[in-house]
């Protein structure tokens, strides 16, 4: 998945319409977001601690930034498509899509922030 959302970033994947409606910027990190948690999930459990821990650091923080951009920034709407049959409707959502993406933001900073406190007070209390 993450390999066909660079593709559709270069140009080299079609997408519904030619059109991505986020940033490069952001694209750019869904797509490397989850190659790098194909890549953890892909190696084995011999792989480093090190690799491991650093696939699904990047990974997360990739997410996050997806997240907290989708969720947050200002004058963002999504445009929702539904069909039935033969009948299609459209509208644009300024809150459903950032209710979604600001409350797994939310959750995402609570985990990278415990992850890094967690981290920090183990460093320092194997220093002692």
Same mark, same amino acid.
């Given at each position: 998945?993450?390999?066909?959302?660079?593709?559709?970033? =270069?140009?080299?994947? *079609? %997408?519904?319409? &030619? @059109?991505?409606?986020?940033?490069? #910027?952001? $694209?750019?990190?869904?797509?490397?977001?989850?190659?790098?948690?194909?890549?953890?999930?892909?190696?084995?459990?011999?792989?480093? =601690?090190?690799?491991? *821990? %650093?696939?699904? &650091? @990047?990974?997360?923080?990739?997410? #996050?930034? $997806?997240?907290?951009?989708?969720?947050?920034?200002?004058?963002?709407?999504?445009?929702?498509?539904?069909?039935?049959?033969?009948?299609?409707?459209?509208?644009?959502?300024?809150? &459903?899509?950032?209710?979604?993406?600001?409350?797994?933001?939310?959750?995402?900073?609570?985990?990278?922030?415990?992850?890094?406190?967690?981290?920090?007070?183990?460093?320092?209390?194997?220093?002692?």
């Amino acid at each position: 998945m993450g390999a066909a959302v660079l593709g559709a970033l =270069v140009g080299v994947a *079609t %997408t519904d319409g &030619g @059109l991505l409606l986020a940033p490069p #910027l952001e $694209v750019a990190a869904l797509g490397l977001g989850l190659l790098l948690a194909g890549a953890y999930v892909g190696v084995s459990q011999n792989t480093p =601690v090190a690799l491991r *821990t %650093t696939l699904a &650091g @990047l990974s997360i923080i990739l997410m #996050l930034v $997806v997240c907290n951009w989708s969720g947050f920034v200002p004058d963002v709407s999504y445009k929702l498509t539904a069909s039935v049959g033969p009948s299609a409707w459209q509208w644009n959502d300024i809150v &459903g899509g950032r209710i979604v993406f600001g409350a797994a933001a939310v959750v995402l900073d609570l985990i990278v922030v415990a992850g890094l406190l967690s981290w920090t007070v183990g460093r320092f209390q194997r220093r002692r």
